[in-house]
């Protein structure tokens, strides 16, 4: 059994590398910002960092843990290893998970069961791809919940709060969504409970976050507040077309194919397929359960715990997507990345008890059918991706741009300016990376203004795009430039911004 655990680690790891591998120029959206993040706080050597790049940021006060304890790690290990902490993060993660199934159970089959379901959810396989802080956020709120549960049903030591209240406040300083959740569970759960303990986790929680982040805290509670009130003015233009849905250059009642929040039932049936997809352990760990008490089986307190924990996060899945005055707290379907832990565990579990029963076996066997039909969707997605990864043309052009003069670069699709801020040093017209929506908004998710009046504020220099993005009503709002092809992106120079005249 020692050799199926390693197996199924083997198997979780390239499953988790072979993205990265695949992407030879780069992959993901966020990593580049994180890379220019952690880099400059290791130049400057203190908190909050200033990247004046970012044109339309205020401050870059997101929760500062994840990016301090990077900045630590040698120079030469980071910039050949970036992308794969990530990855090594979810394996830690996974090692947790491993160990507290056969800690529960002291059953190898368990745990292997628990970390086969983990190692094959498509979520994990692929935001992973990307230098993030997400699996950490996720690891701090896993650790925590059990100690949680072995306090309300081991009795253990009251010290075990000190414990608790830690990683609760490392959880603060870490990811912002993995907040938000836990606070949905402590307060939900304390009702469902009965139990104000719970909810004592939430002040708590604030004060661990301030102690530990020596004050810091007071800025990313602000920011966060600032991305909460901008996503819930703009939360119909998640993943939008920025011209094509533009008042002023985009066409009546278009929709943008990829938006998230398109109108009508089949939309409303593409976004429950995103969180069933994405993690179709939660529902089906859910259905076994559900099954299982209807059919009479009696749980033990810690399959209990582990049930109303993993239920509840499918609720908070479920709600931030499809209830609209919930849609500010992020895209639903990625909280089954902080689902991914509780499902693993329910269905290794179950296997002691359930492990004769039709419908366990059944069940399992849906969920491997639909992660690997997931997963095969995903790899072939990504050969032709132009958000997911850095091609070779794509590479070509941010390189020749780099060695351009200095000047505002402004790009679209918009997921690009991070990239060239890292790769280029130049600045670039964008934001939305702690505090400072304001100056966002007039660009993002929409253009608002028309293209002439944003050049001649912030006197644009460079526009990178493909072809085929840009509409024929921007394009002849634009003003005179030189183009540079790389395939299909072309890279716009303004002489106009050179010599002032925008």
């Known amino acids: ?86 990855v090594f993060i979810d394996m830690l993660r996974m090692v947790l998970l491993v160990w ?8 190898l089959v368990v745990a292997a069961i628990a970390g086969m379901v983990y190692a094959v ?38 010290w075990f709060w000190l414990g608790v209240f830690f990683l609760a406040g490392m959880v603060m300083i870490t990811h912002k969504m993995a907040m938000q959740l836990f606070w949905f569970i402590s307060l939900f759960g304390a009702g469902l409970a009965g139990d104000f303990r719970l909810s004592l986790l939430v002040p708590g929680s604030v004060l661990a976050a301030l102690l530990l982040s020596r004050g810091f805290y007071r800025l990313t509670m602000r920011a966060h507040w600032d991305t909460v009130k901008f996503w819930a003015r703009n939360w119909r233009g998640n993943g939008v077309h920025p011209l094509l849905e533009s008042p002023i250059y ?11 929040y398109r109108s009508g039932l089949k939309a409303w049936i593409r976004r429950l397929q995103f969180v069933v997809g994405f993690n179709p352990w939660m529902p089906i760990a859910l259905g076994v359960g559900l099954f299982s008490l209807f059919k009479g089986h009696d749980f033990a307190a810690y399959e209990v715990w582990i049930y109303a924990w993993l239920a509840l996060i499918f609720l908070f899945a479920l709600l931030t997507t499809l209830v609209p005055m919930f849609r500010s707290l992020g895209q639903g379907y990625l909280y089954g990345y902080n689902g991914s832990f509780p499902a693993a ?7 002691l008890s359930l492990g004769q029963a039709w419908y366990w076996w059944l069940a399992l066997g849906v969920g491997l059918l639909m992660c690997m039909s997931a997963l095969i969707a995903f790899f072939r997605a990504l050969r ?38 890292y790769r280029t040093g130049k600045p670039v017209l964008f934001g939305g990376h702690g505090y400072g929506y304001h100056l966002l908004e007039p660009v993002f998710p929409v253009l608002r203004v028309p293209i002439r009046e944003i050049f001649e504020k ?29 395939g299909d992106y072309h890279l716009y120079k303004f002489h106009a911004a050179r010599e002032g005249k925008i």
Not at 63 to 84: C, E, G
Not at 402 to 420: I, K, R, S, T, Y
């Open 1 to 86: 059994m020692v050799m199926v655990l390693f197996l199924v680690f083997l198997c979780a790891l390239i499953l988790r590398l072979a993205p990265v591998l695949l992407s030879s120029h780069g992959s993901g959206v966020d990593q580049w910002y994180w890379r220019a993040y952690i880099e400059t706080l290791r130049r400057d050597g203190s908190l909050p960092v200033k990247m004046p790049q970012f044109l339309l940021d205020e401050g870059h006060w997101y929760p500062p843990f994840f990016p301090w304890l990077m900045s630590k790690l040698p120079a030469s290990m980071f910039d050949r290893f970036s992308v794969q902490f990530a």
């Open 100 to 107: 507290a199934a056969w800690w529960l159970t002291a059953d």
């Open 121 to 158: 959810t498509p979520l994990l396989v692929t935001y992973n791809m990307q230098l993030n802080p997400r699996g950490m956020g996720a690891l701090f709120l896993d650790a925590m919940w059990l100690l949680v549960g072995a306090v309300f049903l081991y009795e253990a030591s009251p």
């Open 250 to 260: 985009g066409e009546a009642g278009y929709e943008t194919p990829s938006k998230f």
């Open 345 to 351: 565990l329910a269905l290794g579990i179950g296997f």
């Open 384 to 421: 032709t991706s132009r958000t997911m990864k850095v091609d070779s043309k794509l590479d070509e052009a941010v390189s020749r741009l780099a060695a351009l003069e200095n000047g505002p670069v402004m790009c679209f699709p918009q997921h690009w300016h991070d990239l060239v801020a």
């Open 458 to 486: 912030y006197h644009v220099r460079y526009l990178l795009t493909y072809e085929g993005y840009l509409p024929e009503r921007f394009c002849k709002d634009l003003p005179s430039a030189e183009v540079e092809s790389f």
